[in-house]
């Protein structure tokens, strides 16, 4: 069993700072890639930011200089500093990884999170 639980959502205003925790605890081998994604209403749900085992981050252009993705291997934690929020980055986040199971597998699965809300009012 895997879980991947986030933490840090909440409602700040624009203008403001908010800093999103997903932690993936139980049967982990290994962590490839995590990531956030969010789906705000009506829409589809879209990357926010990837990170690699070895740190190698990918962000989507229009958050480039405004989120930050962080991940801390020894904790399988992934971390994500949203500065300047804008009332458009109002969305549910959610945390993705890729868990190894064990050894001698190549691949990682893809795990979700339930979700953490993000609120910006303007």
């Known amino acids: ?6 933490s840090g959502g909440g409602l700040v205003q624009a203008g403001g700072s908010l800093r999103l925790s997903c932690a993936a605890s139980g049967n982990i081998f290994s962590i490839n890639t995590m990531g956030w994604y969010r ?7 879209e990357l926010v930011a990837a990170i690699t085992s070895d740190g190698s981050t ?3 252009d229009s958050l480039k200089g405004r989120f930050t993705i962080s991940r801390d291997n020894a904790k399988n934690t992934v971390y994500l500093q949203m500065n300047s929020l804008k ?11 890729e868990i190894v199971l064990g050894p001698g597998i190549p691949y990682g699965i893809p795990y979700w999170g339930k979700g953490t809300l993000v ?3 303007s």
């Open 1 to 6: 069993q895997v879980q991947l639980v986030e």
């Open 39 to 45: 789906q705000a209403p009506g829409k589809q749900r």
């Open 58 to 60: 990918n962000y989507a």
């Open 87 to 97: 009332p458009e980055d109002t969305a549910v986040y959610y945390c993705n990884a």
């Open 119 to 121: 609120t910006v009012s």
